[in-house]
Structures are given as structure tokens and as C-alpha cells.
């Protein structure tokens, strides 16, 4: 069975940093494609972040040049380091693994990040 589990997140000031880790057990995931999401309360989730099984990356416009998206294959563990945080960087973030050629299969229960002075 599947797992993702996502640590790593916590109340940051804003400028503060960040790194989350998704931890991936049940499956390989060298040659999968990864994806972070984030949803904020009483909005929408939505796309962060990916990391495709060729080691290209994409980010979502709001995070881009402060968030890295890594992984530790050794470890089947990803990352994603936010730097320069934001009040709107506040929200729930999963990590996600794709199988499908369509869609993120996997997803994690998500850990909470919050920015606030």
C-alpha cells in the first residue's frame, strides 16, 4: 500500500523559511512524477509545485524563485524549501505521487503551514 506523509510544517514569521518533507513508502517513486499542492481555508487546492521523474521541475507562479522542489531517492523522501514566506503562503500542503498519465493517484494528509507575525 501507498504512503505519503508529510512533515515539516509549523508557524513561520514571514521571511522565515520552511522545508517540507514527504515521506513515500510502498513504492519505489525514482521514476514517478511528484507534485505539492496547498489549499488555504475556504479555498480551492491547488498546484505548487512538481518534479517530474526526469528531474525537471515547474512551479506555480506565486512561489516561484522562493520555493525548491527536491528529492532523496535514496531516502524516497521529497522536499520542497520555501524561502521568503508570505501571510499568503498560509495554507494545508500535500505532497502527491502520479501514476496515472492524467492525474496525482497519491496523495498525503497534508501538514499545516502557517505565516504570521
Known amino acids: 500500500q501507498v504512503q505519503l506523509v508529510e512533515s515539516g510544517g509549523g508557524l513561520v514569521q514571514p521571511g522565515g523559511s520552511l522545508r517540507l518533507s514527504c515521506a513515500v513508502s510502498g513504492r519505489t517513486f525514482s521514476t514517478e512524477t511528484m507534485g505539492w499542492f496547498r489549499q488555504a481555508p475556504g479555498k480551492e487546492r491547488v498546484f505548487v509545485a512538481v518534479?517530474?521523474?526526469?528531474?525537471?521541475?515547474d512551479y506555480a507562479d506565486a512561489v516561484k524563485g522562493r520555493f525548491t522542489f527536491s528529492r532523496d531517492n535514496a531516502k524516497n523522501t521529497v522536499y520542497l524549501q520555501m524561502n521568503s514566506l508570505k501571510p499568503e503562503d498560509t495554507a494545508v500542503y500535500y505532497c502527491?505521487?502520479?501514476?496515472?498519465?492524467?492525474?496525482?493517484?497519491?496523495w498525503g494528509r497534508g501538514t499545516q503551514v502557517t505565516v504570521s507575525s
Open positions: 518534479l517530474r521523474w526526469t528531474g525537471s521541475t
Open positions: 502527491a505521487m502520479q501514476i496515472s498519465a492524467s492525474r496525482f493517484d497519491y
